[in-house]
């Protein structure tokens, strides 16, 4: 997690003042880990900070802040209706397009006391600019420190059909997927586009392969059959982490010997996975992209519990 700063700009653009929601520190269980975060604006609120009753007077009490900086401190007993027994700590700012522009891209260091930044903070910020690290989000000495979100990940969704428009509406609020949108005109997408979200309408999709970073991953599941091997084509050609391609095994039985006599070789051809998703789970879209959003994440799970493991 980090500071996603193209949201609050997209926050306060839209909504004019938003105040920001950080959990600052924890002690003990808590429903949300340190630098998860919500916007709240005078009629709505985006994020969370783990749901409950913690939440809904944190955004209440949002509503109504006067000063800019506000640390609190809360233990999550039965008072409040949770029993993770744990406690956290809360830091709310409050931002406008003045402020907001005056945020550093690369790791935003704040005072949460007023105070002037401490010895300890300056060497940390030193540290991990010198070396390229994003520190942690973490309050120390009375500061709030967190880098700027980057997602780690760079997914191409090829088709805004009832599929592509189901993945969309599941994986876009995850916060590690940078999504490009890709279909062969601006009335296949929905008039709403998810923040986070870049939609590409082009006549010719598989042209814009080339510009797709060769670690990205994709998913194939245009309109056309025709469409969908030409990306298929295109893909082999490039590079890419990961490619699925919606379809039967019937499909891509045709697809392969049609790939191999375009002069790709079978274990290249290989690399990309189709069926995808998981097809117990039935043919309705909502139902392909839940699997779909499965198989996606199952490795970057395994890859979290491995460091996990490790640490």
Known sequence: MGFDLEALREAVKTHGKVVRVVIAGIKGSSPREVGAAMLVWKDGQSGTVGGGTLEYQAAEAARTQKVATRLTHHTLGPDMGQCCGGAVSLFSEVYDLKTVETLDDTIIARSASGGAMPLSVKRMLAAARSQGIAPEPR??????????????????????????????????????????????????????????????????????????????????????????????????????????????????????????????????????????????LGKHPQMIAVGVAAQLLRPALQNELKKDMSA
């Open 139 to 280: 309050l120390i000495d009375g500061w709030m420190i967190e880098p700027v979100h980057r997602p780690a990940r760079n997914l191409w969704i090829w088709g805004a059909g009832h599929v592509g428009r189901a993945l969309v509406d599941v994986l876009s609020p995850l916060p590690d997927l940078a999504i490009t949108w890709v279909d062969t005109g601006r009335e296949r997408f929905p008039d709403v586009i998810p923040q986070g979200v870049t939609d590409l309408p082009a006549t010719k999709p598989a042209d814009l392969v080339r510009h797709a970073p060769a670690n990205a991953e994709h998913l194939v599941l245009t309109y056309s059959h025709n469409l969908d091997l030409e990306l298929c084509n295109r893909l082999l050609l490039h590079d890419f982490r990961f490619a699925g391609l919606i379809g039967s095994a019937t499909k891509w039985a045709r697809f392969r010997l049609r790939l191999a006599a375009l002069g790709h070789p079978p274990d290249r051809i290989s690399r990309i996975t189709c069926p995808i998703g998981d097809p117990s």
